[in-house]
């Protein structure tokens, strides 16, 4: 079983930074990877980022391309995403996600939220403007 808890989430205006984190438990993750989506109001579940914990490899959405970075502590058990220059339209609830059991074919579907076997109960970020 695996837990995953994010924080860091909040108020801020338009052009803020904020880190968001996410905690993980249970089992070990040398052969995974972790993903960042988020969802607003009304709209489906988006990708944001991935990252696998033992490489390092990172993938972004080209929506916050640029604005968000994806990092890992694996001593910690923890993942991040720094979001920079966010906007009203980054309002959501924004969640992580663990895939256990990394393969080739599972690498190619960490885009989706299908592609992920656990998920946290998400933070909200709110961006006024």
């Known amino acids: 079983q695996v837990q995953l808890a994010e924080s860091g989430g909040g108020l801020v205006q338009a052009g803020d930074s904020l880190r968001l984190s996410c905690a993980a438990s249970?089992?070990?993750?040398?052969?995974?990877?972790m993903g960042w989506f988020r969802q607003a109001p009304g709209k489906e579940r988006e990708f944001l980022a991935r990252i696998t914990w033992s490489g390092g490899s990172t993938y972004y959405a080209d929506s916050v391309k640029g604005r968000f970075t994806i990092s890992r502590d694996n001593a910690k058990n923890t993942v991040y995403l720094q979001m920079n220059g966010l906007k009203p339209e980054d309002t959501a609830v924004y969640y992580c996600a663990a895939k256990l059991q990394l393969t080739v074919a599972a690498l190619a579907r960490l885009t989706l939220a299908t592609g992920y076997d656990y998920w946290g109960q998400g933070t909200q970020v709110t961006v006024s403007s």
């Open positions: 249970g089992r070990t993750f040398s052969s995974s990877a």
